[in-house]
């Protein structure tokens, strides 16, 4: 059948059986259906189909318009077709299959765990082969793709990956409402002699499923960073009377300093509908309603999580010494 896929059309091409289920198809499966290597390279060469790794294959059109944590599992469940042993996904590539944010994670490299009693890990041409203990109440699996458990998921991350990062994805796995911080606590206890426990440990005492978003969670990091006071998360001020005023990201209750999130600001317009002036002029009446009831606002954008902690501990402290005048 050498040469079939030359007279196949591209919709034709785009629903092949394994391309329409997992995103991809390897060199071995595409042959299998009858395109020889040289159906391949001409089917590259014309822009069709777009190589992701060696021997891996997507549909150019339809890749372009995946966000980078969606290449990112399409590639691991390729990694996984492509094994000779069997392995389930873990760490940052677990995460994702769990629908986890993975922003500042590196993905580059797809992370497998083989179960073994030595624990051990290398890299080869971007794949993270971990050998490691892998109970079956370790295991899951998420549309067809074997994965490690939520819990076992959560605090593999936060060993292997820096502070930051690792909490966007634990603050994000606690607001599932699919496990609680006992669950995270538990498994670090199991794995409290494993390289990055105490790594870990910082990230899982840290984490706090209130925050509602990536840039809530970077700006609690930052606000650690700077040394101010832990504030309260997702509080709603009120009148003296009851009447709701507002939920607010941040309070910091001692000082009556509310830190408001920027992209909470965008979400409420984008939902409000109608005239965007009419929105902002509603935010300013949220706020002077606050500022009414004795507290001073501080806006975080994403611009400020990109500066130096002194700079936003400036800012707060500022607000800070303002009411206490």
Same mark, same amino acid.
Not at 256 to 264: A, N
């Given at each position: 059948?050498?040469?079939?896929?030359?007279?196949?059309?591209? &919709?034709?091409?785009?629903?092949?059986?394994?391309?329409?289920?997992?995103?991809?198809?390897?060199?071995?499966?595409?042959?299998?259906?009858?395109?020889?290597?040289?159906?391949?390279?001409?089917?590259?060469?014309?822009?069709?189909?777009?190589?992701?790794?060696? !021997?891996?294959?997507?549909? &150019?059109?339809?890749?372009?318009? *995946?966000?980078?944590?969606?290449?990112?599992?399409?590639?691991?469940?390729?990694?996984?077709?492509?094994?000779?042993?069997? /392995?389930?996904?873990?760490?940052?590539?677990?995460?994702?299959?769990?629908?986890?944010? /993975?922003?500042?994670?590196?993905?580059?490299?797809?992370?497998?765990?083989? $179960?073994?009693?030595?624990?051990?890990?290398?890299?080869?041409?971007?794949?993270?082969?971990?050998?490691?203990?892998?109970? /079956?109440?370790? *295991?899951?699996?998420?549309?067809?793709?074997?994965?490690?458990?939520?819990?076992?998921?959560?605090?593999?991350?936060?060993?292997?990956?820096?502070?930051? $990062? /690792?909490?966007?994805?634990?603050?994000?796995?606690?607001?599932? !409402?699919?496990?609680?911080?006992?669950?995270?606590?538990?498994?670090?206890?199991?794995?409290?002699?494993?390289?990055?426990?105490?790594?870990?440990?910082?990230?899982?005492?840290?984490?706090?499923?209130?925050?509602?978003?990536?840039?809530?969670?970077?700006?609690?990091?930052?606000?650690?960073?700077?040394?101010?006071?832990? $504030?309260?998360?997702?509080?709603?001020?009120?009148?003296?009377?009851?009447?709701?005023?507002?939920?607010?990201?941040?309070?910091?209750?001692?000082?009556?300093?509310? !830190?408001?999130?920027?992209?909470?600001?965008?979400?409420?317009?984008?939902?409000?509908?109608?005239? $965007?002036?009419?929105?902002?002029?509603?935010?300013?009446?949220?706020?002077?309603? *606050?500022?009414?009831?004795?507290?001073?606002?501080?806006?975080?954008?994403?611009?400020?999580?990109?500066?130096?902690?002194?700079?936003?501990?400036?800012?707060?402290?500022?607000?800070?010494?303002?009411?206490?005048?």
């Amino acid at each position: 059948m050498t040469g079939q896929g030359l007279g196949m059309s591209t &919709r034709t091409l785009r629903r092949l059986p394994r391309l329409e289920e997992s995103g991809s198809i390897l060199r071995r499966e595409a042959m299998e259906l009858g395109l020889s290597p040289e159906d391949i390279r001409r089917l590259v060469d014309k822009g069709v189909w777009l190589r992701i790794r060696r !021997g891996t294959y997507v549909e &150019r059109e339809s890749w372009g318009r *995946l966000a980078p944590e969606q290449q990112h599992l399409v590639t691991a469940r390729a990694v996984l077709r492509g094994l000779d042993q069997p /392995a389930v996904l873990g760490h940052v590539s677990a995460a994702i299959a769990h629908g986890l944010p /993975a922003w500042g994670s590196d993905l580059s490299t797809v992370h497998v765990i083989r $179960p073994a009693r030595r624990h051990g890990a290398r890299v080869e041409s971007g794949v993270a082969h971990h050998s490691a203990t892998l109970p /079956a109440e370790h *295991l899951d699996k998420i549309d067809g793709i074997p994965v490690t458990s939520l819990a076992r998921t959560l605090v593999d991350h936060a060993r292997t990956t820096r502070f930051e $990062p /690792a909490v966007v994805t634990a603050d994000a796995g606690l607001r599932t !409402g699919r496990l609680e911080r006992r669950d995270l606590l538990d498994m670090l206890r199991w794995q409290q002699d494993w390289p990055g426990a105490r790594n870990a440990g910082g990230v899982v005492s840290f984490a706090d499923g209130r925050s509602e978003s990536v840039g809530e969670s970077r700006g609690r990091v930052r606000i650690d960073e700077a040394g101010l006071p832990q $504030p309260e998360l997702q509080v709603e001020i009120t009148e003296e009377d009851g009447r709701f005023v507002a939920r607010v990201d941040y309070l910091f209750r001692a000082q009556r300093t509310i !830190g408001e999130f920027d992209g909470r600001l965008k979400y409420r317009l984008a939902s409000a509908g109608g005239n $965007p002036e009419d929105a902002l002029w509603r935010e300013k009446l949220r706020e002077d309603r *606050l500022r009414s009831l004795g507290y001073a606002v501080v806006r975080i954008t994403w611009a400020d999580l990109e500066r130096a902690p002194a700079w936003l501990r400036h800012r707060f402290l500022e607000a800070f010494a303002r009411l206490a005048v």
